[in-house]
């Protein structure tokens, strides 16, 4: 039988963390992520590149037999999910399916503040489309968002520099500016799957009594109960406990940065989009 993996789908390398906690929650069943490493950073492209890019990742996540497709990438999320719903989606088959990782954030956000104010730190593009303002008021009225762009932090990530001075000199000044903008934030929700790598650095620029809200287990839970709910769906996927690695740039670099994020050994093959 052919294989029907869940596909995974990521700018760079930051879905990874994602997918890693989806994997920890639900094994078993086949796996494929792809990474778009010779067009990221997606962060500062038009609304259009983006959603022309992912467009490209989910139809070919569709060829090789993925059901459902998750698009572990904020700016992804912001910028192409809706319009792949709603314009693509219904000619590409009425059984499958594209997820986002936005909404399941922005639905839980509210069990982590006590103030109700809260930070956002995502990529410029993530921030410009004001896609988590817009979910979480759908979900929370009363909870105040504040947002900051961190351009530079996906940059040192991927270019292997988030351990450096320099990184820190990033991520201190644009957390400087975000808790500027209301001595209420009690609660900073990290908007950009890259952004776990630099939890360490964070957490020293950032006063103890905030908390930190990674977005890995949070969507492998929302994703454990969308497979609950969607039998439909959940039926077609395969469960052949497999894992295979896709970039569009080079697999050895890829390779030793994913194992990285990911926390354990990844061999990927190349694919052009």
């Given at each position: 039988?052919?294989?029907?993996?869940?596909?995974?789908?990521?700018?760079?390398f930051?879905?990874?963390?994602v997918?890693?906690a989806?994997?920890?929650?639900?094994?078993?069943?086949?796996?494929?992520y792809?990474?778009?490493?010779?067009r990221?950073?997606?962060?500062?492209?038009?609304?259009?590149?983006v959603?022309?890019?992912?467009?490209?990742?989910?139809?070919?996540?569709?060829?090789?037999?993925?059901?459902i497709i998750?698009?572990?990438?904020?700016?992804a999320?912001?910028?192409?999910?809706?319009n792949?719903?709603?314009?693509?989606?219904?000619?590409?088959?009425?059984?499958?399916?594209?997820?986002?990782?936005?909404?399941?954030?922005?639905?839980?956000?509210g069990?982590?503040t006590?103030?109700?104010?809260?930070?956002?730190?995502?990529?410029?593009?993530?921030?410009?489309?004001?896609?988590?303002?817009?979910?979480?008021q759908?979900?929370?009225?009363?909870?105040?968002?504040?947002?900051?762009?961190?351009?530079?932090?996906?940059s040192?990530?991927?270019?292997?520099?988030h351990?450096?001075?320099n990184?820190?000199?990033?991520?201190?000044?644009d957390?400087d500016?975000l808790?500027?903008?209301?001595?209420?934030?009690?609660t900073?929700?990290?908007?950009?799957?890259h952004?776990?790598?630099?939890?360490?650095?964070?957490r020293?620029?950032?006063?103890?009594?905030?908390?930190i809200?990674?977005?890995?287990?949070?969507?492998?839970?929302?994703?454990a109960?969308?497979?609950?709910?969607?039998?439909?769906?959940?039926?077609?996927?395969?469960?052949?406990?497999?894992?295979?690695?896709?970039?569009?740039?080079d697999?050895d670099?890829?390779?030793?940065?994913?194992?990285?994020?990911?926390?354990?050994?990844?061999?990927?093959?190349?694919?052009?989009?």
């Amino acid at each position: 039988m052919q294989s029907r993996p869940i596909g995974i789908f990521d700018s760079g390398f930051g879905g990874l963390t994602v997918f890693k906690a989806i994997k920890d929650k639900l094994p078993g069943y086949d796996y494929v992520y792809l990474g778009d490493n010779a067009r990221a950073p997606y962060g500062d492209r038009s609304l259009q590149t983006v959603y022309e890019y992912t467009l490209e990742a989910v139809e070919y996540l569709f060829s090789i037999g993925c059901p459902i497709i998750i698009l572990a990438c904020n700016t992804a999320s912001a910028k192409a999910l809706r319009n792949i719903q709603v314009k693509d989606l219904p000619a590409m088959g009425a059984e499958k399916r594209v997820l986002g990782i936005i909404r399941p954030s922005a639905e839980v956000i509210g069990e982590y503040t006590k103030t109700r104010s809260i930070g956002i730190v995502g990529t410029r593009g993530t921030v410009s489309s004001n896609s988590y303002v817009i979910e979480i008021q759908k979900q929370y009225p009363d909870i105040q968002v504040y947002q900051q762009a961190c351009p530079m932090w996906v940059s040192l990530i991927e270019n292997d520099e988030h351990n450096s001075d320099n990184a820190d000199y990033f991520i201190k000044k644009d957390l400087d500016e975000l808790l500027a903008k209301s001595t209420e934030i009690d609660t900073i929700l990290l908007g950009c799957t890259h952004y776990p790598l630099l939890i360490d650095k964070i957490r020293k620029y950032v006063p103890a009594h905030i908390n930190i809200v990674q977005q890995g287990g949070i969507v492998a839970e929302s994703f454990a109960d969308y497979l609950q709910r969607h039998p439909e769906i959940e039926q077609q996927i395969t469960k052949g406990n497999s894992t295979n690695f896709y970039t569009t740039d080079d697999t050895d670099n890829f390779d030793n940065h994913a194992s990285i994020f990911f926390g354990d050994t990844v061999r990927s093959q190349h694919v052009h989009l």
